[in-house]
Nanobody, 122 residues
Framework: VQLQASGGGLVQAGGSLRLSCAAS????????MGWFRQAPGKEREFVAA????????YYASSVKGRFTLSRDNAKNMMYLQMNSLKSDDTAVYYC????????????????WGQGTLVTVSS
């Protein structure tokens, strides 16, 4: 599976962005898909993930209620709608794919996209 993240940019605090992750390959619908982020000087951290069917999105506590994760298996796409953005959300966002659950362990992900930068100005 090859992954391509897009949609990052510069936004003011309180604003919104939608990230997209495009996947290649015919087995997209069998993967758990996740988003991680890495801020300057910090470790990569879990943001959100969604199971193969899209019925069970799971969020880090820091983004729950502000971010919404979805997927479209017919289009091999995953989307992260980010609302009420804060300066703490500034990071490079990576999409990733794995089989299985639970989704928080980044070492369990087999495939990674190249990252897209989100900058939130205060």
């Amino acid at each position: 599976v090859q992954l391509q993240a897009s949609g990052g940019g510069l936004v003011q605090a309180g604003g919104s962005l939608r990230l997209s992750c495009a996947a290649s390959g015919r087995s997209f619908s069998t993967y758990t898909m996740g988003w991680f982020r890495q801020a300057p000087g910090k470790e990569r951290e879990f943001v959100a993930a969604i199971n193969w069917s899209g019925s069970n999105p799971y969020y880090a506590s820091s983004v729950k209620g502000r971010f919404t994760l979805s997927r479209d298996n017919a289009k091999n796409m995953m989307y992260l709608q980010m609302n009420s953005l804060k300066s703490d959300d500034t990071a490079v966002y990576y999409c990733a794919a794995r089989r299985g659950w639970p989704p928080q362990d980044r070492s369990a992900y087999d495939y990674w996209g190249q990252g897209t930068l989100v900058t939130v100005s205060s």
